[in-house]
């Protein structure tokens, strides 16, 4: 069964980068007709897709943030990366990240909360 473990630091400055980690266990990220996603709730807000990366590299973002998000993975350690940039308090959520395949999502992460505040 693919599990998949959320990383990065809970606390980020307005105006600095998110990055965050998605290790993934039991499975591999290339195999074929896997999205790895990344999704996030806000506090007191519904989930809300981020983006994709695809089992051969190819990336996928919602439009409300694909100016600023970026989907990145490394193959060798089976891990897929979360970018965005000038982030704003109202990027603080949980970030979770998980799998997609035929059209629905199966596993997911915990989940990870950070907070943007100087």
């Known amino acids: 069964q693919v599990q998949l473990q959320e990383s990065g630091p809970g606390l980020v400055k307005p105006s600095q980068t998110l990055s965050l980690t998605c290790t993934v266990s039991?499975?591999?990220?290339?195999?074929?007709?896997?999205?790895w996603s990344w999704i996030r709730q806000p506090p007191g807000k519904g989930l809300e897709w981020i983006g994709y990366?695809?089992?051969?590299?190819?990336?996928a973002y919602s439009p409300s943030l694909e100016s600023r998000a970026s989907i990145s993975r490394d193959t060798s350690e089976n891990q897929f990366t979360l970018q965005l940039k000038s982030v704003t308090p109202e990027d603080t959520a949980v970030y979770y990240c998980?799998?997609?395949?035929?059209?629905?999502?199966?596993?997911w992460g915990q989940g990870t909360q950070v907070t943007v505040s100087s």
């Open positions: 998980a799998s997609l395949s035929d059209y629905s999502f199966g596993s």
């Open positions: 990366i695809s089992y051969s590299g190819s990336a």
């Open positions: 039991g499975g591999s990220i290339t195999t074929n007709y896997y999205y």
